[in-house]
């Protein structure tokens, strides 16, 4: 069958493009069924989805089903790309984060171009499910666990998929279908953007036990997976040696918490030879789990820059309200191994978590400023269903969204508040911009550093809407929009 694998564009501000790794996972197990996949990312893409089906209709071999992934702040570009392919008479389903906290939504009847919506990991449940269409039998008859559907007017919602216990059993990720051309570097906002990389990321692991009160993990719940070191190893030769990486991202949620593994895989990278293209921990690996021989192992493996949620410079917040189960020595240790080891460092800090007040956002800026990584994010409190944090806000606050998008972190604006007394959604707000403009405009050093950043004067343009938006803000981020927002989410 000829299948599209999408993922819709997010209407969010952000100049960063990243493959969207499930798809190529999805899209390599359809191949060794037999399927035509293609991936059609909306972010790196000039036509619509419909112009592919249009072309593949005019050559006679026109598409039959499209998938699509969502988070949930793009769950209603998710929508808009099903309607409009609807239009065109295929079968339409929609998995990822936002299905699995939310499946029986998309199926309502506001919702009728969407068929069928997945919950949980999907390698084995879309085989079945495409194997079924293909057949000519209805998928829902087959009793798939993850697939969600109507019958006479009722939705029908399964057990989510169980978790793939043997990572290694699967194939790489289609990483070829990536039109990767198109895609920019992996580093953070704060960082130089080049639209010429090659960055590919990899998964050594799904999940993490950690149980974080702000961090949305629906698929993969508190289970912790690991590939094995020479899978891992295999991919990595293919990126590497086959695909020509200029950057490798790992993207796991906690690459390291088996320290022995992480240690092994970076021995066995250097072994190899692996080592010539760099990479980075894109969204953070775990303090605790690390010690100097690690860094040192790192560095020798290829790695560049290693990323940490550090969250709070609070150590109350940090136990009793993020429960991140880490210290802040911990914290400092970790940086100062990673800076001994010549590595590259970046800091995550979060603001207006609730409980936090103007101390505990002030211990947040001076712990990012003593830490002094090379990039730090601070990032906005954003409220999402189906975690401990979304539970207290709904017993004990309100969320200010319109509708899901609003809860994208980049669109950078208050989105909750707590009936405390105390929690000021102004006032995180102000602590956030503060930080970046106290770590980023008030050093000199800083702002020398940033100076003689090349990036910054090739890409000025995209330099001066940043400055905008971190250090001053705009009228539509300001906090008196959200007072005439309702809650409806
Ligand atoms: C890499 C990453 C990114 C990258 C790349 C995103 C991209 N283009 O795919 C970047 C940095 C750009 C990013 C941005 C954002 N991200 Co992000 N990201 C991740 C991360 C770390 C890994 C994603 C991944 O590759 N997972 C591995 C694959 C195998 O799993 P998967 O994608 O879930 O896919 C499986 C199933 O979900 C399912 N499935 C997925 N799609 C489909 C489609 C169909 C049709 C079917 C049947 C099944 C199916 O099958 C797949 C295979 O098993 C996850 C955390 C995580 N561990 O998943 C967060 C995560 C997905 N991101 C998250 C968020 C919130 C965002 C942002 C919205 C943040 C923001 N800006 O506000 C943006 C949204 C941008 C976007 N395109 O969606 C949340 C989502 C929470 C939620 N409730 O939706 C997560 C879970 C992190 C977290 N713990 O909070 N992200
Ligand atoms: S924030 Fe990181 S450590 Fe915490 S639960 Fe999420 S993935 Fe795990």
Same mark, same amino acid.
């Given at each position: 069958? !000829?299948?599209?694998?999408?993922?819709?564009?997010?209407?969010?501000?952000?100049?960063? $493009?990243?493959?969207?790794?499930?798809?190529?996972?999805?899209?390599?197990?359809?191949?060794?069924?037999?399927? *035509?996949?293609?991936?059609?990312? %909306?972010?790196?893409?000039?036509?619509?989805?419909?112009?592919?089906?249009? %072309?593949? =209709?005019?050559?006679?071999?026109?598409?039959?089903?499209?998938?699509? /992934?969502?988070?949930?702040?793009?769950?209603?570009?998710?929508?808009?790309?099903?309607?409009?392919?609807?239009?065109?008479?295929? +079968?339409?389903?929609?998995?990822?984060?936002?299905?699995?906290?939310?499946?029986?939504?998309?199926?309502?009847?506001?919702?009728?171009?969407? *068929?069928?919506?997945?919950?949980?990991? %999907? =390698?084995?449940?879309?085989?079945?499910?495409?194997?079924?269409?293909?057949?000519?039998?209805?998928?829902?008859?087959?009793?798939?666990?993850?697939?969600?559907?109507?019958?006479?007017?009722?939705?029908?919602?399964?057990?989510?998929?169980?978790?793939?216990?043997?990572?290694?059993?699967?194939?790489?990720?289609?990483?070829?279908?990536?039109?990767?051309?198109?895609?920019?570097?992996?580093?953070?906002? +704060?960082?130089?953007? *080049?639209?010429?990389?090659?960055?590919?990321?990899?998964?050594?692991? !799904?999940?993490?036990?950690? #149980?974080?009160?702000?961090?949305?993990?629906?698929? &993969?719940?508190? /289970?912790?997976?690991?590939?094995?070191? =020479?899978?891992?190893?295999?991919?990595?030769?293919?990126?590497?040696?086959?695909?020509?990486? /200029?950057?490798?991202?790992?993207?796991?949620?906690?690459?390291?918490?088996?320290?022995?593994?992480?240690?092994?895989?970076? @021995?066995?990278?250097?072994? =190899?030879?692996?080592?010539?293209?760099?990479?980075?921990?894109?969204?953070?690996?775990?303090?605790?789990?690390?010690?100097?021989?690690?860094?040192?192992?790192?560095?020798?493996?290829?790695?560049?820059?290693?990323?940490?949620?550090?969250?709070?410079?609070?150590?109350?917040?940090?136990?009793?309200?993020? @429960? $991140?189960?880490?210290?802040?020595?911990?914290? @400092?240790?970790?940086?100062?191994?990673?800076?001994?080891?010549?590595?590259? +460092?970046?800091?995550?800090?979060?603001?207006?978590?609730?409980?936090? &007040?103007?101390?505990?956002?002030?211990?947040?800026?001076?712990? %990012?400023?003593?830490?002094?990584?090379?990039?730090?994010?601070?990032?906005?409190?954003?409220?999402?269903?189906?975690?401990?944090?979304?539970?207290?806000?709904?017993?004990?606050?309100?969320?200010?969204?319109?509708?899901?998008?609003?809860?994208?972190?980049?669109?950078?604006?208050?989105?909750?508040?707590?009936?405390?007394?105390?929690?000021?959604?102004?006032?995180?707000?102000? #602590?956030?911009?503060?930080?970046?403009?106290?770590?980023?405009?008030?050093?000199?050093?800083?702002?020398?550093?940033?100076?003689?950043?090349?990036?910054?004067?090739?890409?000025?343009?995209?330099?001066?809407?940043?400055?905008? !938006?971190?250090?001053?803000?705009? #009228?539509?981020?300001?906090?008196?929009?959200?007072?005439?927002? $309702?809650?409806?989410?």
């Amino acid at each position: 069958m !000829r299948i599209i694998l999408a993922s819709p564009e997010a209407k969010v501000w952000s100049s960063r $493009k990243h493959i969207p790794l499930g798809l190529g996972y999805l899209a390599a197990v359809l191949r060794e069924a037999g399927h *035509d996949v293609l991936i059609y990312d %909306a972010a790196i893409e000039d036509a619509p989805v419909t112009a592919y089906l249009d %072309a593949a =209709e005019a050559e006679g071999r026109p598409y039959e089903l499209v998938g699509i /992934t969502a988070t949930t702040p793009l769950i209603n570009d998710a929508w808009e790309m099903a309607s409009l392919v609807k239009k065109r008479g295929l +079968t339409t389903i929609l998995g990822g984060p936002h299905l699995t906290i939310m499946p029986a939504e998309s199926l309502g009847p506001e919702h009728p171009y969407v *068929d069928y919506t997945f919950k949980g990991e %999907a =390698e084995h449940g879309i085989v079945e499910f495409v194997d079924a269409l293909e057949r000519g039998e209805r998928p829902e008859d087959r009793d798939i666990p993850g697939l969600n559907y109507r019958r006479n007017g009722e939705i029908v919602v399964s057990p989510i998929s169980p978790i793939i216990e043997d990572l290694d059993s699967l194939p790489f990720p289609a990483h070829d279908l990536f039109k990767i051309d198109q895609y920019t570097n992996l580093q953070p906002l +704060t960082d130089g953007l *080049d639209p010429h990389a090659r960055s590919f990321t990899i998964l050594t692991s !799904r999940g993490c036990p950690y #149980k974080c009160t702000f961090c949305s993990k629906p698929v &993969t719940g508190n /289970t912790w997976r690991g590939r094995s070191v =020479e899978n891992v190893v295999a991919e990595w030769r293919w990126l590497v040696e086959g695909l020509h990486a /200029t950057e490798i991202g790992v993207t796991d949620d906690i690459w390291n918490l088996k320290l022995p593994r992480a240690k092994a895989l970076c @021995r066995r990278l250097a072994e =190899e030879n692996l080592n010539t293209v760099e990479w980075t921990t894109v969204h953070g690996m775990k303090v605790n789990h690390a010690d100097p021989e690690l860094f040192q192992l790192m560095k020798a493996a290829g790695a560049k820059r290693v990323g940490f949620g550090v969250e709070s410079g609070d150590p109350w917040m940090l136990r009793h309200v993020i @429960r $991140k189960a880490q210290t802040l020595d911990q914290v @400092r240790n970790a940086f100062r191994w990673a800076k001994a080891a010549d590595l590259q +460092t970046m800091g995550f800090f979060i603001y207006g978590m609730p409980g936090d &007040t103007e101390e505990t956002m002030e211990a947040t800026t001076q712990l %990012a400023l003593e830490l002094d990584p090379d990039l730090a994010n601070f990032m906005l409190a954003g409220p999402f269903p189906g975690t401990a944090m979304w539970d207290v806000i709904m017993e004990q606050g309100e969320v200010f969204a319109k509708d899901w998008s609003d809860l994208a972190i980049h669109d950078q604006k208050a989105r909750f508040t707590i009936h405390d007394g105390q929690y000021d959604p102004d006032l995180v707000l102000r #602590k956030w911009r503060e930080a970046y403009r106290r770590f980023y405009l008030y050093r000199p050093k800083r702002l020398w550093q940033k100076a003689t950043d090349k990036s910054l004067w090739m890409n000025l343009p995209e330099t001066i809407a940043n400055a905008r !938006r971190f250090f001053l803000g705009s #009228k539509e981020q300001a906090v008196e929009a959200r007072q005439s927002q $309702k809650a409806t989410v």
